[in-house]
């Protein structure tokens, strides 16, 4: 049995406190909601694309601890990065958290997200973790809607492309 | 025995021995996250007490053949065996007769077998279904796939902002349309006890037939067919010390010899050829294929174990665990519960103020306290309290008040880490 505290960690929580980036972008470039119905998560991304870099991005919505302090710090991370770029990042942190990348080990771009590793051992958290990253993948793609149900499910299934 | 060792005599009642009734439960004694368990999920399912697991054995190490079927001995034993759990599930309920027991794999099996039999049978387009607010989905889910083969159209009894169902409005959902009544007897999200009896009167005064979810209240309350008179009660092993895989319809007879057979195999006829198949008679029609043996004859223990303490004496002290709780938890600042019936089982659902109830949940575990957390597949009383969902703790007679006290410790710890 996992230890949650291990997931609750002072970052986390301290995001979960005071998200950054909290919000609605007014004229934003791309948008996505994301729902996760099992617990009721919900989403709203908004972000300001500009050729390949994302300039600005904002978060608002009802969620958990681990869901909203995943988006604070999500939006922490990409904010400023090659659209790419956060592309990788959405792959990675979502093989962290189904535990198909190692976190210790290296190569991968992920970076104090570290901290979410621990929703591994908690498979009926791995969805509020993942669901901003998610939301984040369908608004670059277009797409207004994400969810962590069904094919997108990484409980059953793996993660397709959005 | 360990059964009668647990029994209490009503009168004169020592107080309820709830460590000699724990010491039957060998999963109590665990220890989860370095904390003993903390077992408060009992409304999903209820834990297993030695005698059940006992008989269990003995019947997979001496008694297992398949029923109704060979002249060898072993066939006829578990054949007896398994028509011996069903008596003592009649009896338990007060049934009018043991082939009004209907062996399923559980409640929701026993909702589907009456919707798609009687249901598809006697509602037709433009007829009305009443069920209420308070509903299981799979009180509500049959009915809608049902309602929309035919045509027919689905009412919904309101409730109150304690979470009781409004009788006013019940009364005027009826309509010279109205063919059926669905309503559960304890709410699961919420533990409100239903005035089964008296909207069962009122149903048959208009010739409306009920069928009563009975899931949350068979393993609570002293269950009477008789006295209720309902026509259908549906309820679940698991929920009530028994194993999974096995639950109960019951059916009055004039109704379930009326109702088609629900699925086709063996078992569930008389003679059949490619011409003409004779069903066969109750309960047997509506137990198609090899049934869960097994799960019947643990069910049958089940009950004789809970006759043995005795659901009174099993009632009175979830009282005493709910109120004790319920006096902890409503004086937390900042905790809110939701559904104060006057008349509840021993199930607390409530909310924090600022911490999702996901984040209640896995933090309680952390402290050994097994919750549920989520909208406990009863959507439409999330959205009636304008809720997502809720954390809810479920008692059952195995619980402490110690525990209590440990659950209103626990939600004191979560709200110290996460506000």
Not at chain 2, 54 to 72: C, G, K, M, P
Not at chain 2, 234 to 243: D, L, N, Y
Not at chain 2, 314 to 332: C, M, R, V
Not at chain 2, 371 to 394: D, L, N
Request: with cysteine.
């Amino acid at each position: 049995m996992a230890d949650a505290k291990a997931l609750y960690q002072e970052v986390i929580l301290d995001h979960n406190r005071k998200p950054r980036n909290y919000g609605a972008l007014e004229r934003p470039s791309h948008r996505a909601d994301g729902y996760n119905p099992l617990c009721g998560d919900r989403l709203h991304l908004t972000l300001q694309v500009n050729g390949d870099n994302i300039d600005a991005i904002a978060f608002e919505g009802e969620s958990c601890a681990i869901c909203k302090a995943s988006a604070s710090m999500m939006t922490a991370a990409v904010k400023g990065k090659a659209r790419a770029d956060a592309e990788t990042l959405f792959h990675e942190f979502r093989d962290m958290a189904t535990g198909r990348l190692d976190p210790a080990a290296a190569g991968h771009h992920l970076g104090r997200l570290t901290v979410f590793a621990g929703v591994r051992d908690l498979p009926t958290r791995v969805k509020c973790a993942i669901l901003p990253w998610h939301t984040l993948h369908a608004a670059l793609n277009s797409v207004t809607t994400a969810t962590t149900e069904a094919e997108a499910d990484p409980m059953h299934a793996p993660i397709g492309n959005a | 025995m360990k059964v009668q060792r647990a029994a209490l005599k009503t009168d004169s009642a020592p107080a309820f021995d709830v460590e000699r009734i724990r010491a039957d439960f060998p999963i109590l004694g665990l220890r989860l996250n370095g904390k003993p368990l903390v077992y408060l999920d009992n409304a999903a399912s209820s834990q297993m007490p030695q005698p059940v697991i006992d008989r269990l054995v003995r019947y997979r190490s001496t008694q297992h053949a398949n029923i109704h079927r060979a002249v060898h001995t072993l066939s006829e034993t578990a054949t007896h065996e398994y028509e011996e759990a069903r008596r003592k599930i009649a009896r338990f309920i007060n049934a009018r007769a043991d082939h009004e027991v209907i062996f399923t794999s559980g409640t929701t099996d026993g909702i589907n077998l009456v919707a798609q039999t009687y249901g598809r049978q006697s509602i037709g387009k433009g007829d009305e279904i009443v069920l209420t607010t308070l509903e299981h989905h799979s009180n509500i889910v049959p009915w809608q796939m049902l309602a929309e083969e035919k045509g027919a159209r689905i009412r919904v009894v309101p409730i109150n902002d304690a979470g009781e169902l409004l009788l006013d409005e019940y009364e005027k959902l009826f309509t010279p349309r109205t063919r059926l009544v669905a309503v559960g007897h304890v709410s699961n999200a919420l533990g409100t006890i239903n005035p089964i009896k008296l909207m069962i009167a009122g149903a048959h005064v208009r010739g409306v037939p009920v069928v009563v979810d009975g899931a949350q209240a068979a393993p609570h309350l002293k269950l009477d067919m008789q006295d209720l008179d309902c026509d259908f009660y549906a309820f679940s092993g698991h929920k009530m010390c028994g194993p999974t895989g096995i639950g109960v319809l019951y059916g009055k007879t004039a109704l379930l010899e009326k109702m088609p057979p629900f699925k086709g195999g063996g078992d569930m006829i008389l003679s059949v050829s490619f011409e003409k198949t004779i069903y066969a008679g109750l309960p047997n029609k509506f137990e198609a294929g090899t049934p869960p043996i097994a799960g019947a004859i643990g069910l049958g223990a089940a009950v004789d174990y809970l006759s043995g303490i005795g659901m009174e004496a099993i009632g009175a002290w979830e009282h005493e665990l709910l109120e004790h709780a319920t006096a902890l938890i409503s004086q937390l600042p900042g905790v809110r519960i939701i559904g104060t019936a006057a008349r509840k089982t021993a199930v607390l659902s409530f909310v924090i103020d600022g911490v999702h109830p996901h984040d209640v949940g896995t933090l309680l575990n952390q402290q050994g306290i097994a919750v549920r957390t989520g909208h406990h597949c009863a959507q439409p009383i999330m959205e009636r309290f304008k809720v997502p969902a809720t954390t809810r703790a479920s008692f059952a007679f195995y619980n402490t008040l110690a525990e209590a006290d440990a659950l209103a410790a626990g939600i004191r710890e979560v709200q110290k880490v996460l506000l």
